[in-house]
């Protein structure tokens, strides 16, 4: 069984610009997550998604984060403007459903400069 | 607010002894708890899990332990090998239905084997 696939696995850009990444979680995994992992701390959830609907986004800074998930399966997580802030390990995780354990994918690595 | 807490940022253990790691929690509507383990550009893996209802889960060479009234937890390892060397996590959720799902998470512990 394949495993959560995230792409890019590094992205260095300057403040100001915008970035996206993109999750594609194992199949058959209703509930995607995304989390933010900063230095010496553990991911926090962003964004908790049921299918296509987004549950839980209380975490997510709606002034320059945004997320979908089409359709259900993929998702894009995206922020405009990038910050210095910003800079972090950005997680996507799966599961069958909310009460299912968590895979994770490897994760992808920001440095804003 | 930090409400799981992993108080040592990290532990050196010799091969084949045993590693205790712990964690803290604040909030006594989590009901269930898991560790996971992570390696250097990998995801965490899902290691253990443990739900309110028991004090003891094992699995092989890990167990876990909880004490409610403490609000505490702790991971043993025995033997460790070197492995096991990587960052451990624990994290909890649980006490709303929309709760589930929401891992909390603690900060880490990196586990360091020596031959």
């Known amino acids: 069984e394949a495993g959560v696939v995230q792409s890019p696995r590094y992205k260095i850009i300057e403040k100001k610009q915008p970035v996206a990444f993109w999750c594609n979680p194992i199949s058959g995994h209703n509930t995607l997550y995304w989390y933010r992992q900063n230095l010496g701390q553990g991911p926090e959830l962003l964004i908790r998604y049921e299918n296509e609907e987004a549950v839980d986004d209380s975490q997510l800074p709606k002034d320059r984060f945004s997320a979908e998930r089409l359709k259900g399966v993929d998702s894009t997580l995206k922020i405009q403007p990038a910050e210095l802030g910003d800079s972090a390990v950005y997680l996507c995780?799966?599961?069958?459903?909310?009460?299912?354990?968590?895979?994770f994918g490897p994760g992808t690595r920001l440095t804003v400069l | 607010d930090q409400q799981v807490k992993q108080n040592s940022p990290s532990l050196s253990v010799q091969e084949g002894r045993i590693s205790i790691l712990n964690c803290d929690y604040t909030n006594s509507m989590f009901d269930y708890f898991l560790w996971y383990k992570k390696y250097p550009a990998e995801g965490p893996t899902f290691l253990i899990s443990i739900s309110s209802i028991k004090d003891k889960n094992e699995d092989g060479r890990f167990t876990v332990f909880l004490n409610k009234s403490a609000k505490h937890l702790s991971l043993h390892i025995v033997p460790s090998q070197p492995g096991d060397s990587a960052v451990y996590f624990c994290a909890a959720s649980g006490g709303r239905t929309d709760s589930w799902g929401k891992l909390q998470f603690g900060a880490g512990t990196q586990v360091v084997v020596t031959p």
């Open positions: 995780a799966s599961s069958r459903d909310s009460y299912n354990e968590q895979f």
